[in-house]
């Protein structure tokens, strides 16, 4: 374990499903962010939350709607996909303090298949 | 906006030769990462390089960053079969990161 732990591993879901991906960091860290991988393009940056408040909705689609309940737990609601978001969706966490951060911990990532 | 940009994308070598893989971004940052990635795995963070001239060593990994030339290396010493994976850069940008393409690294025996 990275200290970042995501749930579920893989998720399959109809284009009508509603689903939730999950993240829990156990770091203590401040800000926490959810990112896409895909094979086309490089990691894609979605949702960043500090001290619990988004910070940056980088122009998502609004079928993927972020939720930050504390500064440990962060979910990622999904209805009415479309197979292009079938990827790879990371969420990491940092402390940030002062001028920045230090680096990213990433979870395992959650592999979701849209059919 | 900030670019960040990876090359090679792609890299095969046999195991023992030394390679570079570089990371040029686009605006002022001193602050530049790298990661490494196995296939079907997360992100695993390698290196944090904080200043101009910054310097890190890993067994057979060796990163290093200028500022002015917005470069970060990031050379491989006598490559072995276990470096094979995705060597990922990342430059912040306002307590965000902006990651690079990546770069496949196959070793060969």
């Known amino acids: 374990e990275t200290g970042v732990t995501q749930t579920p591993r893989h998720l399959v879901m109809g284009m009508t499903n509603k689903k939730s991906l999950k993240c829990e960091q156990h770091l203590g860290h401040n800000a926490m962010y959810w990112y896409k991988q895909s094979a086309k393009k490089p990691l894609e940056l979605m949702f960043v939350y500090n001290f619990k408040e988004q910070t940056e909705n980088n122009s998502v689609p609004s079928r993927f709607s972020p939720e930050c309940p504390n500064s440990s737990h962060l979910f990622l609601h999904l209805h009415t996909l479309q197979p292009e978001d079938s990827a790879l969706y990371l969420c990491?966490?940092?402390?940030?303090?002062?001028?920045?951060?230090?680096?990213?911990?990433f979870g395992s990532g959650t592999r979701l298949t849209v059919v | 906006e900030l670019k960040v940009e990876q090359n090679p994308l792609f890299l095969s070598m046999q195991e023992g030769k030394n390679y570079t893989i570089y990371c040029n971004y686009s605006?002022?940052?001193?602050?530049l990462y790298w990661y490494r990635q196995d296939p079907g795995k997360s992100l695993e963070s390698l290196f944090v390089?904080?200043?101009?001239?910054a310097v890190k060593q890993e067994g057979r990994l060796m990163a290093s960053l200028d500022t002015k030339a917005r470069l970060s290396t990031l050379h491989i010493t006598a490559a072995v079969h276990d470096l094979s994976a995705t060597y990922f850069c990342?430059?912040?940008?306002?307590?965000?990161?902006?990651f690079g393409a990546g770069t496949r690294l196959t070793v060969k025996p």
């Open positions: 390089l904080l200043s101009n001239g």
């Open positions: 990491a966490s940092s402390q940030v303090a002062g001028q920045g951060h230090y680096g990213y911990t």
């Open positions: 605006t002022t940052s001193d602050r």
């Open positions: 990342a430059v912040d940008n306002n307590n965000d990161m902006r």
